[in-house]
């Protein structure tokens, strides 16, 4: 019995610190802007590693899964434990048909200090959705 909860602590502890490290982004709207579609990221740096690098790369298929549009997003600086909002204009996007948005790609991840930035960002990374558009990896 004492194996098991020793075990078990070790796990929930190890599960805690992965969920602490982690860089949580949130689709948080896509809305129509003085006739442009606006994009409205949420990112959560709950890690304690500043980020001097961070792009990720979005597709946006339409609600029949065709792809609409693709962009590639500078999230940096990430300052750790850190919220922030990026905003970003998609001109040739339909907002109103958007169904889905991809995380393609992490395409740079760079802490300032180099010796801190992840083996794999993807693992590292949580998505979120508000509303109807899926976020998905």
Known sequence: MKKWLVMAMVLWAGAAAA???????????IALRN????VFIRV???SDTNY?????????FDQDGIINDRVLVDLAPLRARKTSIHVFDMPDLDCGNVGEVLLNDITECQAENAENSPD????AVRLNARGDISFIR
């Not at 602490?20 to 689709?27: A, D, F, G, P, W």
């Not at 006739?35 to 606006?38: I, K, T, Y």
């Not at 794999?120 to 693992?123: E, G, I, L, Q, R």
Request: hydrophobic share 40%.
């Open 120 to 123: 794999d960002c993807f693992a």
């Open 19 to 29: 969920q602490e490290n982690t860089v949580n982004i949130e689709l948080n709207n």
């Open 52 to 60: 001097a690098a961070f792009k990720i790369d979005l597709a946006f």
């Open 35 to 38: 006739d442009v579609c606006q």
């Open 44 to 46: 959560g740096n709950e």
